[in-house]
């Protein structure tokens, strides 16, 4: 089964490549720099409002005043700042990928009969909606519905195949398994076994649950770089295809459902705020990471370990709604609609008849 993953997702043929149109094309690589050193700063400031993550002991041990950035156009130079190349864990940010293989291995129908599409409204971690109701996860990016995940890929990949596809589809050879992390998360990981078992209640989990667990913690105990995640990101923005070599990771329909999923849940409880101020779908760790794609722009990574009250990188955030519009990589930028009506009469006549 592991071969066949292989020539799945790893060996497809090389194919024409899009052509990106001039609405989707980022402002000049010297203007871009400018525009990223100024967000840094003002990012900067947010870091001590946050904190690292101290429920997995080894996560406390980071340093919160590290915060880098690598932006990678689909053209254009790519542009790396601050701790762009320190290591951390991909934690949350590995739901992206186990669910890129999920729906290339298994299918669609498969994984959305153990896995919801809606935002959840709650903690990334939360239990209640399962306890309280006979749902499975509201969405394959939240703590239940990615160990739903697990137990689905378990009979089909194992890890060492997942940390292959990772290290291919993140065009960085250098990820590794951070031992230190996964012993850590194993010995806290009470509320996800709890969540694991849970669904094995149910009938969502029909693998060994704490092969299943294993499995789940080892996907978040990854070593990745802002830049790994950044090339990861590109491919997302190109249609799953990686712009170099023409080379497809997985399909457009895979694709697509990633991106949607991540700009609707990828930041938790947080996802629909980060949706209006930023724009850019992205997927959050508690390691410190955020994978945003910029579709038809860039693959973005950023690392900044100081977390708000939802777990995400509080300056990786400022950072990116500091640069979203500048840098056109909202979602919903476009040139011929991003300014303001200079004929605001039904604006005027609107306030004026408002009742306050």
């Known amino acids: 089964m592991a071969d066949q993953m292989n020539e799945k997702l790893l060996e497809r043929d090389t ?47 980071m340093d919160p005043h590290q915060l880098g950035i690598c932006l990678y156009p689909l053209k254009g130079d790519k542009i790396c700042m601050g701790d762009y190349d320190v290591r951390f864990t991909m934690q949350s940010v590995s739901k992206v990928v186990m669910l890129i ?12 009969r153990k896995v919801g599409m809606e935002p959840s409204g709650e903690a990334f971690d939360s239990l209640v909606e399962l306890d309280v109701s006979d749902s499975k996860p509201y969405n394959p990016l939240i703590n239940s519905g990615a160990l739903a995940v697990c137990g689905l890929l378990l009979p089909e990949v194992s890890f060492q195949d997942m940390l292959r596809y990772t290290r ?14 996964f012993d850590s998360e194993m010995k806290t990981c009470s509320r996800n076994r709890s969540i694991a078992y849970l ?17 789940y913690t080892k996907m978040c105990s990854m070593n990745v770089t802002a830049e790994s995640l950044a090339n990861l990101g590109k491919k997302l923005a190109n249609d799953g295809v990686c712009n170099l070599d023409g080379k497809r990771f997985m399909s457009s ?68 709604r ?17 300014k303001e009506e200079t004929d605001d009469t039904v604006l005027k006549e609107m306030a004026a008849k408002s009742v306050m």
């Open 15 to 61: 194919i024409t490549m899009p052509v990106i149109d001039k609405h989707y094309q980022m402002i000049g690589t010297k203007k871009a720099t400018e525009i990223i050193d100024r967000a840094m700063n003002l990012a900067r400031e947010e870091i001590p409002k946050g904190a690292v993550a101290t429920y997995i002991p080894e996560l406390s041990k």
């Open 101 to 112: 293989v999920a729906l290339e291995v298994c299918g669609l129908k498969p994984v959305f």
């Open 168 to 181: 291919n589809i993140c065009s960085d050879p250098g990820i590794e398994l951070n031992e230190e992390v």
């Open 199 to 215: 669904l094995q209640s149910k009938g969502i989990i029909t693998t060994d649950v704490e092969d299943t667990l294993r499995f």
């Open 253 to 320: 329909r895979t694709a697509r459902i990633v991106k949607t999923l991540m700009l609707t849940c990828g930041m938790y409880d947080g996802s629909g705020t980060f949706a209006i101020k930023v724009g850019i779908p992205t997927k959050s760790g508690v390691g410190g990471g955020l994978l945003s794609v910029s579709d038809k722009r860039a693959g973005i990574g950023v690392f900044g370990p100081a977390l708000d009250a939802q777990g995400n990188s509080i300056a990786g955030c400022k950072l990116l």
């Open 322 to 338: 500091e640069i979203s519009n500048e840098l056109r990589l909202n979602l919903f930028y476009d040139p011929e609609w991003n």
